[in-house]
């Protein structure tokens, strides 16, 4: 609005300028009071013009590295959800779910988190399994399963932070990937209720600390966001809407075969449980966390034989991608590239 009223100004006093100068007939304190008043607006102009453009450079750097990921459900400056602590300029969160401002969350929900790089582990985790083993599965089926650290908040965004649901009513997960985190709802647990749709506000506080030790956010401290969870218990299970390479009808001949670097994919209609959905494999591999096996690529022409290879979550949540461990090249940018043996799948 203010950009709109300066800039009518100075079209009205371009104009008298230029009236000036066109009726002084030679008289040179007008034509001086004229050429004035035109360079002056000039000036003006540019400083306006800049500012704008300066300040709008860096709010939409601030924007993009506060909000990290988080879906497409992102407010504009001024509305309401729009995040005002998201942390330090070079945010480490890479995406979460829900989304910054999602609505109509099932009830039933997972609060998701993936990070830029790998974290502190025992600064979002609590061994409360005592096993020594931080986030793991293991005590699922006694429902033994570790639970978040002070660091992770949840709470009704209209009760404020005061009002944060208990660390012992969560169960916190982490991923294969070391990056990404699940926090759920223990047991049967629920948020919100089946009357009325529920605001609620998700905080990672400064506790939160990188392998290195240093803060995650930097001196702002903190990354929050909120979304509104519906009456609604989700009891529908994924989809698989696609897939890459798309199915072939056997026998396939030479010049139907795919390239060995070519990505394989699975693309859902809703996202997936990143701990359900990727992990590693790797044949003969006794470790620990090497024999996820929920999902499986094989070799057809070779007695099914299944692939080793790594499983990781993409596209908020939505779609998993498969990469073998056979290192093949690198590209132009000097990373390296994966291949697949040159058969069906």
């Not at 066109?22 to 050429?35: I, N």
């Not at 502190?120 to 650290?149: C, E, K």
């Not at 294969?176 to 905080?203: C, E, H, M, Q």
Request: aromatic share 10%; with cysteine.
């Amino acid at each position: 609005m203010f950009l709109g009223v300066l800039g009518l100004v100075a079209l009205v006093f371009t104009l008298y300028g230029g009236y000036l100068y066109m009726t002084a007939a030679g008289d040179e304190s007008k034509l001086k009071t004229a050429k004035a008043i035109i360079k002056n607006m000039v000036i003006g102009l540019a400083i306006i013009l800049s500012a704008f453009g300066i300040t709008q450079f860096i709010i939409n750097m601030l924007v993009g590295q506060y909000q990290g990921g988080g879906g497409d459900n992102i407010p504009a400056i001024g509305a309401d959800g729009y995040c005002t602590s998201c942390g330090f300029l070079g945010s480490v969160v890479e995406s979460h779910y829900p989304g910054r401002g999602a609505v109509a969350i099932p009830r039933n929900t997972k609060i998701v988190v993936t990070f830029k790089y790998e974290m502190s582990s025992s600064t979002l985790i609590q061994d409360t399994n005592s096993n020594g083993v931080l986030g793991d599965t293991l005590g699922s089926a006694a429902g033994n399963n570790d639970s978040p650290a002070a660091t992770f908040k949840i709470y009704e965004t209209s009760q404020g932070e005061g009002s944060a649901l208990p660390s012992s009513q969560f169960d916190v997960f982490l991923a294969s990937d070391k990056r990404t985190y699940v926090f759920k709802p223990k047991g049967t647990g629920l948020l919100g209720n089946a009357i009325t749709d529920t605001n609620y506000t998700v905080k990672l506080t400064d506790g939160i600390r990188r392998v290195d030790g240093s803060s995650a956010f930097g001196p702002l401290g903190s990354f929050s966001w909120s979304f509104t969870v519906s009456t609604i218990v989700d009891l529908t299970p994924p989809e698989v809407v696609s897939v890459i390479p798309v199915p072939q009808v056997l026998p396939v001949v030479q010049t139907d075969r795919y390239p060995r670097n070519i990505v394989m994919q699975i693309n859902f209609n809703e996202p997936v449980d990143p701990i359900s959905a990727s992990g590693i494999f790797r044949a003969g591999s006794a470790i620990p966390g090497e024999n996820f096996q929920n999902i499986t690529a094989a070799d057809l022409e070779n007695g099914s034989q299944v692939i080793s290879g790594k499983y990781q979550i993409t596209n908020q949540y939505k779609t998993v991608e498969f990469t073998t461990f056979d290192q093949c090249g690198v590209n132009p940018c000097g990373q390296p590239i994966y291949c697949i043996w040159p058969v069906m799948f």
